[in-house]
T-cell receptor, first 116, second 113 residues
Framework: NAGVMQNPRHLVRRRGQEARLRCSPMKGHSHVYWYRQLPEEGLKFMVYLQKENIIDESGMPKERFSAEFPKEGPSILRIQQVVRGDSAAYFC??????????????FGSGTQLSVL | SQQGEEDPQALSIQEGENATMNCSYK?????LQWYRQNSGRGLVHLIL???NEREKHSGRLRVTLDTSKKSSSLLITASRAADTASYFCATVFSMDSNYQLIWGAGTKLIIKP
């Protein structure tokens, strides 16, 4: 049973380009969370999705950022017209149920986005 | 801010010593979880303690929870070089009709051989 898979591991973009980050949750997991982490800092929540639905996107900027978790395929975090401030590590985590049911999160290894 | 706070921010100890990290939070919680992050990697779940529990053990890890003080501590006994990592606490609490998982800024632990 493979863990949470994120790709690419590293992504370099020039200002104004688009970045697409992919996350395949663990098998059987229908809850996906995206986080952003700056060096030496904690995780900052961005968005929480279940299959085909965005449940909570309160941590995601309204402009340029979008996320989806289609019925088939990985969850995608999309950043349009990237700026230098978007440079960070983006982590995806999955769980089989809501964390309120005392479930833990399983994390991918992250995508390091560098904007030149 | 609802974010948990951890202290110390950084901790450097000799191999074999015990390491204690603390986490404080601001609201009533459903559960509190501790995770470890090795440099450049994703987080790995260590232990979960429910709001009605006071102490939990897992191998060399011991977690306590004091809901009256809104704080938790993670103790790693007989530390090893492989324990070098950042440790994060995450609290789960309800807000409006949603539940939130809030992360602390982490404690960076360095074990010196």
């Amino acid at each position: 049973n493979a863990g949470v898979m994120q790709n690419p591991r590293h992504l370099v973009r020039r200002r104004g380009q688009e970045a697409r980050l992919r996350c395949s949750p663990m098998k059987g997991h229908s809850h996906v969370y995206w986080y952003r982490q700056l060096p030496e800092e904690g995780l900052k929540f961005m968005v929480y999705l279940q299959k085909e639905n965005i449940i909570d996107e309160s941590g995601m900027p309204k402009e340029r950022f979008s996320a989806e978790f289609p019925k088939e395929g990985p969850s995608i975090l999309r950043i349009q017209q990237v700026v230098r401030g978007d440079s960070a590590a983006y982590f995806c985590a999955s769980s089989p149920f809501l964390v309120t049911t005392n479930e833990k999160l399983f994390f991918g290894s992250g995508t390091q986005l560098s904007v030149l | 801010s609802q974010q948990g706070e951890e202290d110390p921010q950084a901790l450097s100890i000799q191999e074999g010593e015990n390491a204690t990290m603390n986490c404080s939070y601001k609201t009533s919680i459903n559960n509190l979880q501790w995770y470890r992050q090795n440099s450049g990697r994703g987080l790995v779940h260590l232990i979960l303690i429910r709001s009605n529990e006071r102490e939990k053990h897992s191998g060399r890890l011991r977690v306590t929870l004091d809901t009256s003080k809104k704080s938790s501590s993670l103790l790693i006994t007989a530390s090893r070089a492989a324990d070098t990592a950042s440790y994060f606490c995450a609290t789960v609490f309800s807000m409006d009709s949603n539940y939130q998982l809030i992360w602390g800024a982490g404690t960076k632990l360095i074990i010196k051989p």
